[in-house]
């Protein structure tokens, strides 16, 4: 199979954006729309425009792949909008009186669409034999995920409703 760099990114963020779409529509049953993509192009995380940031702290939630590609996806999404992810995934189940889940719902919950959009790119790319790692979920000041989006091959920025996210990946090596 002869592919050149520029068609393996372009499969990679079109798989990845079958399966945000895919994802988002089954498991909170809302559109997304893409608000930016670029393909090696420069992802300002400090400006939070593209991600939506409304507090402090981001999560980053990242998963590697290995196989036929070797890489990093990494979700990047503020807690308020993780906040309401897990609480529409949860049925509004609350948990104090200014919060609207648990720390620990939360990072569920962002780990399952993380995992579930990771999954349905894994299953768009079969062809490069991929595994997958358990998402790893961090709290993140905006400024630290320049260096992961300098580095990302793949940035994307989608808006769900009242919620902004992004995603990141890089592809390391080709086999």
């Known amino acids: ?70 890489g990093l996806l990494t979700l990047v999404v503020d807690k308020h909008s993780a906040d309401l992810w897990a609480n529409a995934l949860l049925s509004g189940r609350e948990c104090g009186e200014r919060q609207l889940v648990c720390r620990e719902d939360r990072d569920d919950c962002v780990r399952e669409i993380t995992n579930l959009i990771v999954g349905g790119a894994k299953t768009r790319l079969e062809d490069f034999n991929l595994t997958m790692t358990l998402p790893i979920v961090r709290y993140v000041k905006p400024e630290s995920v320049d260096s992961i989006a300098t580095s990302a091959d793949i940035q994307i920025a989608y808006q769900a409703g009242s919620t902004e996210f992004a995603l990141l990946a890089s592809i390391c090596e080709r086999y």
């Open 1 to 70: 199979m002869n592919i050149t760099p520029m068609t393996i990114e372009i499969a990679v963020a079109d798989a990845i954006d079958q399966s945000v779409r895919n994802t988002f529509q089954t498991m909170l049953g809302t559109d997304v729309v893409n608000i930016s993509h670029a393909a090696n192009n420069v992802f300002a995380a400090t400006d939070c425009d593209a991600i939506g940031c409304d507090s402090e702290r981001i999560l980053s939630i990242e998963m590697s792949w290995t196989g036929g590609l070797i």
